[in-house]
């Protein structure tokens, strides 16, 4: 007779606090879209979903790599004409003292090499609160209870720095920042960069610098300052790729520039090369458009930027005229994480918006965020058109539930 195993496969209990809010009302966007209304989808920044299109001469690069037979394994680091344009791309950042380069599938591949390559069971790693939700996840697979420090709503959601220092502990080995953020659209100043390479110093920490839409800054007063750059002593692995700055999520081609001290530095290169030739190689053809995209024609992003900052404008005037709600102006990237003061959880908000409304966005308990607060993250990738009808939805949303 034949045996069948009848025992369920259980999932490792490290993953129990293993999430990913942005996708977490998928299955309830999909029954609403099965009852025949149209889902706006405001919650997965993708910029393809919507009017941007990637630039044809990185396309072309691809397409000749794969004719030119770029299709076996690639070096585990990355294709020499690729490391080499990332190293150029981050001196023109300013980063001086890069001690390695290397290419991943994303930047979430290099999120996962270099906190794995890093921490050991009881050590902690400072992440904002709120918080980009891979972070969190990574370390739980690791094993590792967050160490949040908050981001301040009343300082244009700046890092805040008293909070930081309290929460370092003796096993604390680094401090994450997303500059420009997500889910918050912040970009860091000079002087706070400045201060928490200070703390950096101070406490002997590395620095992941996640500066995946350094070149989405939205106003022309604002510039991009990598914290590698004015901090070439500091331990530091700046992340870049390709998905939002180039538009071309679906590749998978992100990075890391480790930049510091070379015999500091040098035992944790060591580590990260050896996950990255464990796991082979990222990507090989769309490796070709690195050099293509950092050091061709840069023309398209002036149309992003265009449109992204009257997007942008339009979602904090809409959300600033809303009962119950208010948002800090997004400085960088395609995020807005508007407070909401409602009776009920932010996730109740969002299940309830997307139900009767058929906008989804994210609820902001899913980023982190102050215990008595209450926010969502908005994408604001769609054109003016789209943008103003999801906002009418909300306003009527909200003053129906919630009283005007
Ligand atoms: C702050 C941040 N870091 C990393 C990533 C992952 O980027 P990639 O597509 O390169 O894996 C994202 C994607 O949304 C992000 O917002």
Same mark, same amino acid.
């Given at each position: 007779m034949p045996v069948t195993q009848a025992r369920e496969i259980a999932a490792a209990s490290r993953l129990d606090n293993v999430r990913y809010a942005i996708r977490d009302l998928n299955s309830v966007a999909e029954a609403v879209t099965r009852q025949g209304h149209k889902v706006l989808p405001l919650n997965l920044g993708d910029p393809l979903s919507f009017d941007f299109?990637?630039?044809?001469?990185?396309?072309?690069?691809?397409?000749?790599?794969?004719?030119?037979?770029?299709?076996?394994?690639?070096?585990?680091?990355g294709i020499p004409e690729a490391l080499e344009a990332i190293r150029g791309e981050a001196a023109r950042k300013g980063i001086t003292n890069i001690q390695d380069v290397f290419v991943t599938s994303g930047a979430?591949?290099?999120?996962?090499?270099?906190?794995?390559?890093?921490?050991?069971?009881?050590?902690?790693?400072l992440t904002p609160c709120p918080d980009y939700p891979l972070y969190s996840a990574v370390l739980s697979k690791l094993g590792i209870k967050p160490n949040l420090y908050f981001l301040n709503e009343e300082d244009g959601w700046q890092p805040e720095l008293d909070n930081m220092r309290r929460r370092i502990t003796p096993r604390t080995r680094g401090i994450v920042l997303i500059n420009?953020?997500?889910?918050?659209?912040?970009?860091?100043? *000079?002087?706070?960069?400045?201060?928490?390479?200070? +703390?950096?110093?101070?406490?002997?920490?590395?620095? #992941?610098?996640? /500066?995946?839409?350094?070149?989405?800054?939205?106003?022309?007063?604002?510039?991009?300052?990598?914290?590698a750059a004015i901090a070439p002593d500091v331990p530091v692995v700046t992340l870049g790729g390709m998905s939002k700055n180039y538009?071309?999520?679906?590749?998978?081609?992100?990075?890391?520039?480790?930049?510091?001290?070379?015999a500091v530095v040098k035992p944790y290169i060591d580590g990260v090369q050896r996950l990255l030739r464990a796991r082979l190689c990222a990507n090989h053809p769309e490796q070709y458009a690195i050099k293509a995209a950092l050091e061709g024609p840069q023309d398209h992003l002036i149309e992003v930027r265009r449109k992204l900052a009257a997007r942008r404008d339009l979602t904090v005037k809409s959300c600033n005229s809303t009962p119950h709600m208010s948002c800090v102006p997004p *400085?960088?990237?395609?995020?807005?994480?508007?407070? +909401?003061?409602?009776?009920?959880?932010?996730?109740? #908000?969002?299940? /309830?918006?997307?139900?009767q409304k058929y906008v989804l966005v994210v609820h902001g308990s899913g980023f982190g965020q102050k215990p008595g607060t209450q926010h969502f993250r908005i994408v604001f990738l769609p054109d003016e058109a789209t943008l103003t009808r999801a906002y009418a939805s909300m306003r009527d949303f909200m003053a129906n539930r919630y009283g005007a």
């Open positions: 299109e990637t630039p044809a001469h990185i396309i072309e690069a691809v397409y000749k790599a794969m004719r030119d037979g770029k299709n076996g394994y690639a070096p585990s680091p979430s591949e290099a999120v996962d090499a270099c906190l794995t390559a890093l921490l050991n069971p009881g050590d902690d790693l420009p953020n997500n889910p918050t659209g912040s970009v860091c100043s *000079r002087s706070m960069l400045e201060q928490i390479a200070d +703390i950096a110093r101070e406490h002997n920490l590395i620095i #992941f610098a996640d /500066e995946i839409y350094d070149k989405l800054i939205l106003d022309e007063r604002d510039q991009h300052v990598s914290i538009l071309v999520p679906g590749w998978r081609i992100g990075w890391g520039v480790v930049s510091g001290d070379a *400085r960088g990237a395609f995020y807005a994480f508007p407070r +909401i003061e409602i009776p009920e959880g932010d996730d109740v #908000f969002v299940k /309830e918006l997307l139900l």
